[in-house]
Nanobody, 115 residues
Framework: QVQLVESGGGLVQAGGSLRLSCVVSGSQFSINRMGWDRQGPGKQRESVATIRSDDSTNYREAVKGRFTISRDNAKKTVYLQMNSLKPEDTAVYYC?????????WGQGTQVTVSS
C-alpha cells in the first residue's frame, strides 16, 4: 500500500521560509509525477507545483519565483521550498504522487503565515 507522509509545516511570519517534505513508501512501481496541492480556509483545493520524472516543473502563477519543487528519487521524497511567504499562502498543503496510473495523497500539513 502506497503511503505518503508530509512534514515541515508550521507557523511563520510573512517573508519567512519553510521547507515541506513528503516521503513515499510502499510503491512497487516507478513514480511518474509528484506534486503539491493546497487548500486554504474557505477555499477549494488548488495545484501549487508539479514535478515530472524528467524533472520538468510547473507552478501556479501566484507562487512562481518564491516556491521550488524538487525530488530525490533514491529517497522517494518530494520537497517544496517556500520562500517569501505571504499570509495568502496559509493553507493545508498536500503532497501527491502518480504511479502506475494511480494518484495517492498525503494527509496534509498545515502552513500558517502571520502578517
Amino acid at each position: 500500500q502506497v503511503q505518503l507522509v508530509e512534514s515541515g509545516g508550521g507557523l511563520v511570519q510573512a517573508g519567512g521560509s519553510l521547507r515541506l517534505s513528503c516521503v513515499v513508501s510502499g510503491s512497487q512501481f516507478s513514480i511518474n509525477r509528484m506534486g503539491w496541492d493546497r487548500q486554504g480556509p474557505g477555499k477549494q483545493r488548488e495545484s501549487v507545483a508539479t514535478i515530472r520524472s524528467d524533472d520538468s516543473t510547473n507552478y501556479r502563477e501566484a507562487v512562481k519565483g518564491r516556491f521550488t519543487i524538487s525530488r530525490d528519487n533514491a529517497k522517494k521524497t518530494v520537497y517544496l521550498q517556500m520562500n517569501s511567504l505571504k499570509p495568502e499562502d496559509t493553507a493545508v498543503y498536500y503532497c501527491w504522487v502518480l504511479t502506475a496510473g494511480v494518484q495517492y495523497w498525503g494527509q496534509g500539513t498545515q502552513v500558517t503565515v502571520s502578517s
